[in-house]
C-alpha cells in the first residue's frame, strides 16, 4: 500500500469529516400564514421556507420547519431551542438577529365584505364595529393598543385561535356576519381568496390599518449562530436573485420580486 494511495484516503476521509461538522440543520419556525410560510407539510412550504431551504443547501444547511401558533415559535427561537422564524416583523421580534433587508413588503389592512359600507378611519372609528383578529398577533402599535383596551370585550373584538390558518377563521366569520371587518396582509388575504375560489371582488378593503414594513427571516438572540445564519440568509437572497432561482420561487405564489 502505497503512501500516496493512504494520504489520499485519509484525505477523503477528512473532506467527509469536515463536511458533517460545518453541514448544519437549521431549525425553522412560524405558523401557516400563506405565501410566507405553510404548514409543517410544506404543501406548499410558502415563499420564506422555500427561499431559506435553496440558501441552505448552496451552503451545505438543510433546514427542519415545523409549525406551531406564532407566540411559540418567538418564545422557541428567543430561547435558542430553535433557529430563525419567518414571518417576522422588527416590531414583535425584537431583539432577534436579522438580515440587513427584508424578504418583502408586509401590510395589514382592514377587509370586509363588498356591502359594507363602514370605513376605517383610525381607532376612534372602530367604536361601533366590531372586528376580527388572529390571537397573540401584533398589527402595529395603534392596533395593539385598541386591542390591549378592549381585550375580552367580545362586542368589540372575536379574536380567533392562532392554531392552523387564523385566515380561514377569520374569511369564515366575516361571511356569516359575526363580524364586520379583519385585519389581515393583503398577501395572505389575496392568496387565501384564490385558494378557496372565491369571487375577489367579494371581500374588499376597508381601509389601511398601518404603514407597510419588511417582513423577516429572523434568527436566535441565544446564541453566535443566530448572527451567522442572518448573515448567510442576507448574502444568499442576491445569489437567488441572481440565478433566477427567487422568480421561479415567487412566480409559484404569483407575486413579484420587491426589488423590481
Known amino acids: 500500500m502505497s503512501d500516496r494511495w493512504v494520504n489520499s484516503v485519509m484525505l477523503t476521509v477528512g473532506l467527509l469529516l469536515s463536511s458533517a461538522v460545518f453541514a448544519d440543520e437549521i431549525r425553522i419556525r412560524a405558523d401557516p400564514w400563506l405565501p410566507y ?11 420564506m421556507v422555500e427561499m431559506a431551504q435553496a440558501i441552505a443547501k448552496a451552503n451545505g444547511h438543510t433546514i427542519e420547519y415545523r409549525t406551531l401558533p406564532w407566540a411559540n415559535a418567538l418564545e422557541l427561537v428567543r430561547a435558542g431551542s ?5 414571518g417576522a416583523y422588527k416590531s414583535d421580534a425584537e431583539g432577534f438577529e436579522f438580515p440587513a433587508g427584508g424578504w418583502g413588503p408586509s401590510g395589514n389592512l382592514f377587509w370586509g365584505l363588498a356591502e359594507t359600507t363602514w370605513r376605517y378611519t383610525g381607532p376612534a372609528s372602530l367604536a361601533d364595529v366590531r ?3 388572529i390571537e397573540e398577533y401584533s398589527y402595529g402599535d395603534e392596533l395593539d393598543a385598541y386591542i390591549e383596551q378592549h381585550a375580552g370585550d367580545t ?3 372575536e ?7 387564523g385566515i380561514v377563521r377569520l374569511m369564515a366569520r366575516l361571511i356569516g356576519k359575526r363580524i364586520v371587518a379583519f385585519v389581515e396582509d393583503q398577501s395572505v388575504l389575496a392568496y387565501a381568496v384564490e385558494q ?10 376597508l381601509g389601511q390599518a398601518g404603514e407597510v414594513e419588511p417582513v423577516y427571516i429572523a434568527c436566535t438572540p441565544a ?21 433566477g432561482k427567487l422568480k421561479q420561487i415567487l412566480d409559484a405564489y404569483n407575486l413579484k420580486d420587491w426589488e423590481s
Open 37 to 47: 410560510s405553510g404548514g409543517s407539510d410544506m404543501r406548499p412550504a410558502g415563499y
Open 82 to 86: 430553535a433557529d430563525c422564524v419567518v
Open 131 to 133: 372586528i376580527g383578529v
Open 155 to 157: 362586542a368589540r373584538i
Open 159 to 165: 379574536v380567533v385561535p392562532a392554531v392552523g390558518r
Open 196 to 205: 378557496a375560489q372565491m369571487d375577489p371582488a367579494r371581500i374588499i378593503s
Open 223 to 243: 446564541h453566535p449562530r443566530g448572527r451567522t445564519y442572518a448573515d448567510m440568509f442576507d448574502q444568499g437572497i442576491a445569489e437567488l436573485r441572481k440565478s
